[in-house]
């Protein structure tokens, strides 16, 4: 293979790797995952990040309605804290907004699966008012 050609490729894999990671912070509110596997770096960050929640055509805002509707059917713990945490702390989402979600999604999806994303809710409010040092409800 050209050697220009194989130099090009690298350069565009790490532009794509930073615009993910770049992405997923802002998105997340959080630092990127170290992309020690295959999963995290070119799944996680390259792909998710890099690629899917920086297309046109949906708001970031948007985007997270549907994240936060398809981790709570999903039921994975990890995901909906994360997912539910980034929402409220990037003020993409208002408290009162997502305890409305939280109710949309029960008749939807059923209880047992809102009351994970209802505590995945109080649990992200405790964590980020006792970083604001207080809160609101």
């Not at 293979?1 to 790797?17: K, N, P, Q, V």
């Not at 549907?66 to 702390?89: E, K, R, Y």
């Amino acid at each position: 293979m050209d050697d220009s050609y194989e130099e090009f490729a690298r350069d565009a894999a790490l532009a794509r790797t930073e615009r993910g990671r770049k992405r997923y912070k802002e998105v997340m509110v959080s630092e990127p995952p170290p992309g020690i596997s295959v999963f995290t770096g070119q799944g996680v960050v390259d792909s998710v990040f890099a690629e899917l929640w920086d297309r046109p055509g949906l708001s970031r805002r948007d985007r997270r309605w549907i994240t936060l509707a398809c981790v709570g059917a999903a039921g994975a713990d990890q995901p909906i804290q994360s997912h539910v945490t980034a929402a409220l702390a990037s003020g993409d989402i208002s408290r009162e907004e997502f305890q409305e979600f939280v109710l949309h999604f029960a008749y939807y999806a059923g209880w047992p699966r809102a009351s994970a994303l209802e505590m995945a809710y109080y649990k992200a409010v405790a964590a980020l008012d006792a970083e604001a040092g207080g809160g609101e409800d």
